[in-house]
């Protein structure tokens, strides 16, 4: 049996979420984790080398807060850190395209940039191959179906990865992890959304590989980002 941990990057500068001229806390470059998605990350890590002695392999998309993430998990763990793969299907999905213009303000307020995206994500699930929202690096546009069936190839490899006995860590961002869980476990595509709004950043999910497929045993855990001081939880 294989295992499979998933975690969200730790929070992100809002470069990373199409606010174009963002200037909050970039000490780890545009699009990357900010300090306080920073010590998430190596919270994370700190979290996960109290559980198992290793992981076999790792894996990240392309995007700096999820390699910096990646890497902060890995950090903490002294020996037999394999060496990081980069898969960009685990990339999240273009969020300048389907956010639009967002403002700084926008973003600071939460609820007004979350129901901006809400609205973009709806009309691109609903659009099926009839829309396909630019990809951040002025790449081939991408679908919605072309979205899912990126995931779950990305997740095929994983899978791959965990095999019999193997221990796989994988880094990506809420809407790609949430993507693959509703699709084990048949939630429909109109409110999958919902799923990647709970999620915490550098919050842990756990995946278990046998002959029957792949089931998930744990999803979105954060205790280790919180206490009743308020801790670092943060969810953008």
Do not use: C
Not at 159 to 171: D, F, I, K, R, Y
């Amino acid at each position: 049996m294989g295992v499979i941990y998933l975690v969200r990057h730790g929070q992100a500068n809002a470069l990373a979420y199409g606010i174009a001229d963002a200037t909050d806390d970039l000490s780890n470059g545009p699009g990357g984790l900010t300090t306080a998605g920073a010590t998430q990350a190596a919270l994370s890590g700190g979290f996960l080398a109290g559980q198992i002695d290793a992981f076999t392999a790792a894996a990240s998309g392309d995007l700096p807060r999820q390699q910096q993430t990646l890497s902060g998990v890995l950090g903490a763990f002294d020996t037999d850190r394999p060496q990081p793969h980069v898969d960009p299907g685990w990339n999240e999905y273009s969020l300048p395209a389907l956010v639009g213009e967002a403002t700084p303000e926008m973003y600071r307020d939460g609820r007004s940039y979350q129901e901006q995206l809400d609205k973009g994500l709806a009309a691109w699930i609903a659009a099926g191959e009839h829309d396909a929202a630019p990809a951040l690096d002025g790449g081939p546009a991408e679908s919605y179906p072309q979205f899912k069936a990126r995931v779950s190839d990305a997740a095929a490899r994983a899978t791959e990865l965990a095999g019999s006995g193997q221990t796989v860590l994988v880094v990506s961002s809420a809407g790609t992890i949430t993507q693959w869980i509703a699709q084990l476990w048949g939630i429909p595509d109109d409110t999958w959304p919902a799923m990647a709004r709970t999620m915490v950043n550098a919050s842990i999910s756990k995946l278990i590989v046998g002959r029957s497929g792949t089931s998930v045993v744990s999803f979105n855990e954060h205790g280790h980002l919180s206490d009743r001081d308020g801790g670092i939880a943060t969810f953008r």
